[in-house]
């Protein structure tokens, strides 16, 4: 009698050892694995509904190694910056995958308003989850307005450099804008002109002389290794002046679009759906087949 009350205790902390033990290994199990899975990851971040893109099952071809991400300017989303875009890349054979990022909390329909930089960390989550579901070792990148500054963070700060080939940029902040800019973009969507006032984030960090853009653009506005495409419009009324979009280090092709096509009148918005832009963003995609783009390119 006096053994068994001896080892109780002895058997009560084996029995909570094991248990403590047994909840440690779950956590390990559960917690950091689920975190760790980078497709379940990305998928969080998919837009939904974008022709063409975010089929998980795609499989790369010899002709097109790389999957394409697509990354959506301020205020849009993935699901509406890229209709036309999305479908046509798809068309040609690309695996193509495209994110909502910068969503803030109560603010319905619109995204790309975090700060840039926490911008630039989903979309480090979606590539990686990207380059996991089709097993490429690098991505080719897709974007327009921030979209196309925005991964510039991902590539210098955040280890981007190594899983990126191409960037390509078409009417990219890169080198900020002013409040005016800012402004103009705003009034295309219902409700992002008292944003800009209260609760974006982003445009703050996109106005020129900014301490982000300070950081982003010191000493070299590229990084080696990717190769960059900027495609820019005249008639561009938001990221002004247009030429401020062009990027001046390293592998870089600058294009104007009217140097394409004397007659596209196409701006800031209608660039990501315009057929001589998306056919110049083909052909830096895949420069070894690239064509001329003339007036009477199509994607």
């Given at each position: 009698?006096?053994d068994?009350?001896?080892?109780?205790?002895?058997?009560?902390?084996s029995?909570?050892?094991?248990?403590?033990?047994?909840?440690?290994g779950?956590l390990?199990?559960s917690?950091?694995?689920?975190?760790?899975?980078?497709?379940?990851?990305?998928k969080a971040?998919a837009?939904?509904?974008?022709p063409?893109?975010?089929n998980?099952?795609?499989?790369l071809?010899s002709?097109?190694?790389?999957?394409?991400v697509?990354?959506h300017?301020?205020f849009a989303?993935?699901?509406d910056n890229?209709l036309?875009?999305?479908?046509?890349?798809a068309?040609?054979?690309?695996?193509?995958f495209?994110?909502?990022?910068?969503?803030?909390?109560?603010?319905p329909?619109?995204?790309?308003?975090?700060?840039?930089?926490?911008s630039?960390?989903?979309?480090?989550?979606f590539?990686?989850?990207?380059l996991?579901?089709?097993?490429?070792a690098?991505?080719?990148?897709v974007?327009?307005?921030q979209?196309?500054?925005?991964?510039r963070?991902?590539?210098?700060f955040?280890?981007?450099?190594g899983?990126?080939?191409?960037?390509?940029g078409l009417?990219?902040?890169?080198?900020?804008?002013?409040?005016?800019?800012l402004?103009?973009?705003?009034a295309?969507?219902?409700?992002?002109?008292?944003?800009?006032?209260?609760a974006?984030?982003?445009?703050?960090?996109?106005?020129?002389?900014?301490?982000f853009?300070?950081?982003?653009?010191?000493g070299?506005?590229t990084?080696?290794?990717?190769?960059?495409?900027?495609i820019?419009t005249?008639?561009?009324?938001?990221?002004?002046?247009?030429?401020?979009q062009?990027?001046?280090s390293?592998?870089?092709h600058?294009?104007?679009l009217?140097?394409?096509?004397a007659?596209?009148?196409?701006?800031?918005?209608a660039?990501?759906?315009?057929?001589v832009a998306?056919?110049?963003v083909?052909?830096a995609?895949?420069?070894a087949?690239?064509?001329?783009t003339?007036c009477?390119s199509?994607?």
């Amino acid at each position: 009698m006096g053994d068994n009350v001896l080892s109780r205790p002895r058997r009560l902390r084996s029995i909570l050892v094991a248990t403590t033990s047994l909840l440690a290994g779950a956590l390990l199990l559960s917690g950091p694995a689920r975190a760790a899975d980078p497709i379940t990851a990305a998928k969080a971040l998919a837009a939904p509904g974008v022709p063409g893109a975010n089929n998980w099952s795609c499989r790369l071809s010899s002709a097109h190694p790389r999957p394409v991400v697509l990354v959506h300017g301020t205020f849009a989303t993935g699901s509406d910056n890229w209709l036309i875009a999305a479908p046509a890349l798809a068309a040609h054979g690309y695996c193509v995958f495209a994110p909502t990022y910068g969503a803030e909390p109560g603010v319905p329909l619109l995204a790309g308003l975090a700060p840039v930089a926490d911008s630039a960390a989903q979309l480090a989550t979606f590539v990686d989850g990207v380059l996991a579901a089709t097993g490429a070792a690098q991505a080719d990148l897709v974007g327009h307005s921030q979209g196309g500054m925005m991964p510039r963070y991902y590539l210098r700060f955040l280890g981007g450099a190594g899983k990126v080939h191409t960037l390509v940029g078409l009417a990219p902040s890169n080198h900020g804008t002013t409040l005016d800019g800012l402004l103009t973009l705003a009034a295309v969507f219902p409700g992002a002109l008292d944003l800009v006032r209260s609760a974006c984030a982003s445009c703050a960090d996109q106005a020129a002389g900014s301490a982000f853009l300070q950081e982003l653009n010191a000493g070299a506005d590229t990084v080696p290794g990717v190769s960059y495409t900027v495609i820019a419009t005249r008639f561009d009324e938001v990221v002004t002046p247009y030429t401020s979009q062009f990027l001046s280090s390293g592998d870089v092709h600058n294009v104007t679009l009217q140097r394409l096509c004397a007659l596209d009148i196409s701006e800031h918005v209608a660039i990501a759906a315009d057929p001589v832009a998306l056919h110049e963003v083909l052909n830096a995609l895949d420069p070894a087949h690239a064509t001329t783009t003339t007036c009477l390119s199509h994607p």
